[in-house]
């Protein structure tokens, strides 16, 4: 360099990569002193932003109308055959930015909700039934069930009764034989 000086000394002295020392080093070469000063890394243009004449135009709209959303702002944009149509967060971003509207958080992740379930197999049950209706006999109820850690069962019990009876059993294969069996009696 130009006191004698090792590249990998400057780069350990300055906390840099010896890659970022050859590129100043060019810099200085080809530009001068001026060509080492930091430089602002915002882009010089934003092809895809809002043009700022639509951007009034939904500003305007929403001070006309309060009650208008950035859904109803986009619908109207439309019908006004405003171009480049911009995307409802668009909208919903440039309310924002110009105070009309409160930032909200997003609505949660599939993966925040708890379900209800259990840590082993037979812990939760679910039973569903449907009842009332007429089939051959006058009164006939249906009732399937599952449990929270496998799939419903694909057989349903059937019964003839009025007077249900409350189980503790799960469905084992010789109770859904019993129940396709019954079932087919019907």
Known sequence: MLDGVDVVEVAKRYGVCRQTV???????????????????????????QMPA???????????Q????????????LGREQVGPLPGRSSIYRALVRHRLVEPRKRR???????????????????????GGFYLREPSV????SSNSRSRPNRA??????TKSR?????????????????????
Request: a positive charge; glycine letters at 2%; proline letters at 5%.
């Open 22 to 48: 050859h590129t100043w080093l060019k810099k200085y070469a080809n530009e001068g002193f001026s060509a080492l000063v930091d430089k602002s890394s915002k882009p010089d243009s934003c092809p895809h």
């Open 53 to 63: 004449e639509i951007e009034a135009r939904v500003v305007e709209m929403r001070r």
């Open 65 to 76: 109308h309060p009650e208008f959303g950035p859904r109803t702002i986009l619908y109207w």
């Open 108 to 130: 949660r992740k599939k993966e925040d909700y708890i379900r209800w379930e259990r840590s082993r197999s037979m812990e939760l049950w679910q039973m569903d039934l449907v």
């Open 141 to 144: 109820f249906l009732a399937a």
């Open 156 to 161: 349903s019990r059937a019964s003839r009764s």
């Open 166 to 186: 409350a189980s503790a059993r799960p469905n084992t294969a010789s109770s859904l034989s019993a129940a396709s069996s019954s079932a087919e009696r019907i």
